[in-house]
């Protein structure tokens, strides 16, 4: 990230001397994209770490929306298989017992009793002297969330000694095992950066869901605020009804002589004929006082009932600012952790759990990816760690050998500093924004699905929110709330981290240097590097934002939200990607949870919404018989049924965008079929004209997620 002043590179971090890696991929073996017959779940692509059971362990083809919290017992699985699988890649002669016996010794280790002392406060449930603290198991409802203790020590050095167990004792066991082979210093080893990195995508990634728990039970206590308030409001109303008729009743009657009052006073023994008049009245004025005290208790009522509601909103007041400051606290925690991340670590982060691309694609997705972990390695061979924001806000108080970062008028850039390396000003980005890009760009070619933030698919505006908040900052979910909410920076200076929108501002992505943005795209409909818009707009995260909402952008033409290409005359090209017929990987499309079905992700989405209008209407579920058809399950049925499939490479099943049904649907006329026609339309799915009754080939059986032939 060499600086300039010339605009156009000084803000790209492009090292001048770093070695390239290969590729721009981690060297470690990836254990996520191995290809399995079993249906995927959503999470089965996060973190590269779950098993085959968990991935297989799904029922039906519901996308889970939220990572399944591990259990101890099962989180220490997950490490052991990963710690298993890279020593057994490593000695690759080791047998299923050796394995085995070295899982068993490793167990014998790790379950030997250890003492409560080294944590328990002085007095405080201490053990006797001698004995082994037993810990008891958590109390049915009580909350699961562990006290806070003191941290000791580095933090990472803290928090990565439980895998250090595993990925050390395990090949320790493994070379006591085998003959000939020493047995490795475990206590003088030290943890690789791709376990270091995959130990921190796993840690914000918890950090991650907690603070969106916390964010949606926030959300429901603002709703009950909002109840409150308007209960409040209600009972106010009333309130003020019934006094303003109190008063007015009181007032006329303390004005009132005491006749009016009383008009029995007004009896006349002389006057017998006025008597029925006078008895008249006096009922009315009786009448008149009991309404007036029924007004009265009716006040005190609504008086009382307007101290209860005010209590209430008090209460909901209290209940959501507790919410937002434990949300709050898993952001200010989440900092504090990519604080603590070495520059090298977040470059192997970097790589983690991308899904290849096609062709050009790839190719660019590489290099970003390459350029950032150069720049990252040549930060760490100088010794440089990326300081936390809050560290850059007093320029006058920077860390030991940063200055500020100057524009080309020779003006503070706020949020980043500079450094020397050689003789050369290298610009120095806040650790979260670190953070934010690494993670940014380990999700490239996830698929893009409209309205999700992750893990598995995203939008535009979820995808930059998703990457920010494992670098500790909640953003909102739509482009346009981000713009409003951000720190807007002069687009000549902008730099890596900054989101940047299109013009009109309903496309967002992440600057990654030399020209690039990372994004998900409703146009490949995929997390990829694209071109720097012409025309963009920036805002900086890790800066103060404005006291009042940024002008809103002026509007622009030529793409709708998230860069979806905007409907053109005649039919639409079925081609995404960049992929040709056949030939999309597995890891870019959705399972729909039966047999090996997938589709395009939006178009998995669809379906399952589909799946349940059907299934609620004839009790049981659509019966899909085929869906995406690989370039060689194209050639297997052609030359099975040379009559009837198409020529491999043209199907249009080949495009993962189409499916083949049964369970009626495949019989036109019938109650299911006839269902179909009226209602698959609203999920996105119609029938070509060539498959209807009377067409060219009619195959009712076959529908196609919008009109692909």
Same mark, same amino acid.
């Given at each position: 990230m060499a600086a300039s002043r010339t605009p156009a590179r000084a803000n790209s971090p492009r090292p001048a001397s770093a070695a390239r890696s290969t590729g721009g991929r981690s060297a470690a073996p990836r254990t996520s994209t191995t290809r399995t017959a079993a249906p995927r779940t959503s999470t089965a692509r996060g973190t590269g770490t779950r098993t085959a059971a968990a991935r297989s362990g799904a029922a039906g083809g519901k996308r889970a929306s939220a990572r399944p919290h591990l259990t101890p017992a099962e989180a220490a699985a997950l490490r052991e298989a990963l710690a298993l699988r890279q020593a057994a890649a490593a000695r690759p002669g080791v047998t299923p017992e050796q394995l085995a016996a070295a899982r068993a010794a490793v167990a014998a280790r790790a379950g030997a009793p250890r003492t409560s002392t080294s944590r #328990?406060?002085?007095?405080?449930?201490?053990?006797?002297?001698?004995?082994?603290?037993?810990?008891?198991?958590? %109390?049915?409802?009580?909350?699961?969330?562990?006290?806070?203790?003191?941290?000791?020590?580095?933090?990472?050095?803290?928090?990565?000694?439980?895998?250090?167990?595993?990925?050390?004792?395990?090949?320790?066991?493994?070379?006591?095992?085998?003959p000939g082979t020493p047995a490795p210093d475990v206590a003088g080893s030290a943890l690789d950066p791709t376990t270091l990195a995959l130990t921190a995508r796993s840690s914000l990634l918890e950090q991650s869901d907690r603070y969106q728990r916390l964010a949606g039970a926030a959300d429901q206590r603002r709703t009950r605020l909002a109840d409150a308030l308007a209960a409040e409001q209600a009972a106010r109303d009333e309130l003020a009804v019934t006094q303003l008729s109190v008063g007015a009743a009181a007032a006329?009657?303390?004005?009132?002589?005491?006749?009016?009052r009383y008009p029995v006073l007004g009896l006349d023994l002389h006057d017998a004929g006025a008597t029925s008049g006078v008895l008249y009245r006096q009922a009315l004025a009786e009448r008149a006082g009991a309404e007036l005290s029924g007004d009265a208790v009716r006040a005190a009522r609504s008086a009382a009932r307007l101290a209860a509601a005010t209590a209430r909103v008090a209460d909901a007041r209290a209940a959501v600012s507790a919410a937002e400051q434990r949300a709050a606290d898993v952001l200010v925690a989440v900092r504090a952790e990519v604080g603590d991340l070495p520059p090298e670590v977040s470059g192997r982060l970097a790589g983690l759990g991308t899904i290849p691309a096609a062709g050009a694609q790839q190719e660019r997705n590489d290099a970003a990816t390459r350029r950032w972990q150069e720049y990252l390695g040549r930060l760490a061979a100088a010794g440089i760690v990326p300081p936390p924001a809050a560290a850059l806000a007093d320029l006058a108080a920077l860390p030991a050998g940063l200055s500020p970062a100057l524009d080309p008028d020779g003006r503070p850039v706020p949020g980043v500093v500079w450094a020397i390396i050689g003789n050369e000003p290298v610009t120095v980005l806040p650790a979260e924004t670190v953070a934010a890009v690494s993670n940014a760009l380990s999700q490239l070619g996830r698929p893009f699905v409209a309205g999700t933030a992750g893990p598995e698919?995203?939008?535009?505006?979820?995808?930059?929110?998703?990457?920010?908040?494992l670098g500790g900052y909640a953003l909102p979910g739509t482009p346009e709330a981000q713009? %409003?909410?951000?720190?807007?920076? !002069?687009?000549?200076?902008? *730099?890596?981290?900054?989101?940047?929108?299109?013009?009109?501002?309903?496309?967002? @992505?992440?600057?990654?240097?030399?020209?690039?943005?990372?994004?998900?795209?409703?146009?490949?409909?995929?997390?990829?590097?694209?071109?720097? =818009?012409?025309?963009?707009?920036?805002?900086?995260v890790p800066v103060p934002a404005p006291a009042g909402p940024n002008a809103?952008?002026? =509007?622009? @033409?030529?793409?709708? #939200?998230?860069?979806?290409?905007?409907?053109t !005359?005649?039919?639409?090209? =079925?081609?995404?990607?960049?992929?040709? /017929?056949?030939?999309?990987?597995?890891?870019?499309?959705?399972r729909l949870g039966i047999a090996g079905h997938a589709l395009r992700c939006d178009a998995a989405a669809s379906y399952a919404r589909l799946d349940?209008?059907?299934?609620?209407?004839?009790?049981?579920?659509?019966?899909?018989?085929?869906?995406?058809?690989?370039?060689?399950?194209?050639?297997?049925?052609?030359?099975?049924?040379?009559?009837?499939? %198409?020529?491999?490479? #043209?199907? /249009?099943?080949?495009? +993962?965008?189409?499916?083949?049904?049964?369970?009626?649907? /495949?019989?036109?006329?019938?109650?299911?079929?006839?269902?179909?026609?009226? /209602?698959?339309?609203?999920?996105?799915?119609? *029938?070509?004209?060539? +498959?209807?009754?009377?067409?060219?080939? =009619?195959?009712?059986?076959?529908?196609?997620?919008?009109?692909?032939?």
């Open positions: #328990t406060p002085a007095g405080r449930g201490r053990p006797a002297g001698g004995r082994t603290a037993v810990r008891r198991p958590p %109390a049915r409802g009580r909350s699961r969330t562990a006290r806070r203790t003191p941290r000791t020590g580095t933090t990472w050095s803290t928090r990565l000694g439980v895998i250090a167990t595993s990925a050390l004792l395990i090949p320790a066991a493994l070379a006591l095992l085998l006329e009657l303390y004005r009132a002589d005491a006749t009016s698919t995203y939008d535009c505006g979820g995808f930059t929110a998703a990457s920010w908040l713009w %409003a909410s951000g720190a807007a920076v !002069p687009f000549r200076d902008v *730099q890596v981290g900054d989101l940047v929108f299109s013009p009109g501002g309903r496309d967002v @992505g992440i600057y990654v240097g030399d020209g690039d943005v990372v994004g998900a795209s409703a146009a490949s409909y995929q997390v990829g590097v694209r071109p720097l =818009p012409a025309g963009a707009s920036a805002v900086r809103p952008l002026p =509007p622009g @033409g030529g793409a709708g #939200t998230c860069g979806a290409p905007l409907p !005359p005649g039919p639409a090209s =079925p081609q995404w990607g960049g992929w040709s /017929n056949g030939r999309i990987p597995a890891e870019a499309l959705c349940a209008a059907f299934a609620a209407e004839f009790g049981t579920p659509l019966r899909i018989t085929d869906s995406y058809r690989s370039f060689g399950a194209q050639v297997a049925a052609y030359y099975a049924k040379p009559g009837l499939a %198409a020529v491999p490479g #043209t199907s /249009n099943h080949g495009w +993962a965008l189409a499916v083949d049904l049964g369970g009626g649907v /495949n019989v036109a006329g019938t109650p299911q079929w006839t269902w179909m026609t009226a /209602n698959a339309a609203r999920f996105g799915f119609v *029938q070509p004209e060539w +498959a209807r009754p009377g067409g060219e080939k =009619p195959e009712p059986w076959h529908w196609e997620y919008g009109y692909i032939s």
